[in-house]
């Protein structure tokens, strides 16, 4: 069994390695929460776009690490960081799970009566139709992060809006929460992966965990039954695929590389995975090994 | 072989029941381009959200018929449209692919030196980089619709703004193409799939059209290979698959819905498929028969 996550982040920490996380977002999002739960208090290193982040992972260094949402239980696959994943050749070492939750916040004294429009990132705003439907006075205003709008209405202190972000925003920005458990379908969870640089990978992988999960991306042949091949092959080892995607192939219309989360008996058969799958398919790329995370408590 | 679309699209017109075609986004759209492709001129009902074209179809029934991309051959699955037709119901009865081509538009008489502003949606800025490193003054804006921008240039006669869209947008607001060719990547693809109500697929299928392509949706039980063997029976009826899509069910977080495309022997492999599949699958739905498309010249 895992250690819980209090332990495992302080174990993290003790490695002195691991200073600055990018992440996408601002503090007080999903992302900054994510990476407590992996690795307790860091110095964040946030960016506005996902491309950024691995960017300051890979290129400028200016990131020892970073922490990405990789699918959301609602919304489905984060499509584009597969393939920034892929492009940028950085490795998973751990993964997470985390329960989303939105909560209306606002500059502390203002009352849910003073104000007209609500400003969250549009995802967010989808997910509390309820909210908005039995408040049809609110306007949802799309923005373009959540802990965003909560720290926008604070710096230029708002008071005829509020926000919708995680709980946790308004502990960040010194906002007052109004109205918590907004979201309409609470079995809402997004998995994170904590991404190294390729080299970085062994030293910086939780130092007690097990590897029972293999990420990885391959290319399959252009002929009928190929994707069967592959998966005989998974199968064979033992494998559990716990996820498949399809991303099409830039220049080459309609062809695919499929990416694949798989639980597997130990760290050994990753190994005897990646060798069968290279007889079989164009091109494999492991996307790394690690501990599988629990899925939590609601 | 299939008959050209000129044909196609007078036999398909011979139908009295098809006069209303549904797609989301304005006329001069590429959607209304996918339109013509399969059906020559008709007229359409646009609507802004992709729900509304479904709603339109199944539920008020203003419209006979929809037109709604599926998956582009750069950017992938159009996500929830996967989603949107199984939650509605309706049937995939013709396919068709679209090259996508990107140009340069604005009010006639307005130069390219007048403009310091474009304005499309966000995909189509994102498809143009190329184009803006060269040209640094002009600044991308961001616009629910491609067809749209050019609407909304001519309707405001805006002088100082051009808009990204099809070539055939100019065609129908009268706008005056600067620059064609401005995606950075020719191979540049949408499909698209021609939609009815389930009662009248049989009768909207293009009379000739031979079925050799077969939509399914199905839901896994949750144990190990079960995708394995749910590939296995395809691939013993002789079919191919083209693509799969795994989507999130909502209530049942890391569960999918995988979403194929396969091509089919015959009609007749159609009904053994979905009977085999039915055996080890907790639900499977069949989203339509209908005959391949030809990606079209470059």
Redesign the interface.
Known sequence: MRENNVDFARRMQEKSELKKIAIQGEPGSNSHLATRQLLGEVELVPCALSVEVLEKLTRSKEADAAVLPV???????V?DHSDLLLRYGVQIVAECSLRIRHALMAVPGVTQEQVNRVLSHPVALSQCRKFFMEHPALEAVPFYDTAGAVKHLMANHVTDAAAIAAPFAADVYGAEILRSGLED?P?N?TRFFMLTRKEDAEALRPAGSVVNKLSLAFDLPHR??S??EA??EL?AAGA?????????V?????E?TFFVDL?IPSAEAADTIVAGLRQSCREVVELGRYEAAV?PEE
């Open positions: 699918e959301n239980s609602l919304h489905g696959a499509a379908d079995k969870f009928p039954g994707l069967l998966l005989k199968v559990d695929l716990t996820r498949i995607d399809s991303r099409p830039p220049g080459r219309p309609w695919y639980r899925l």
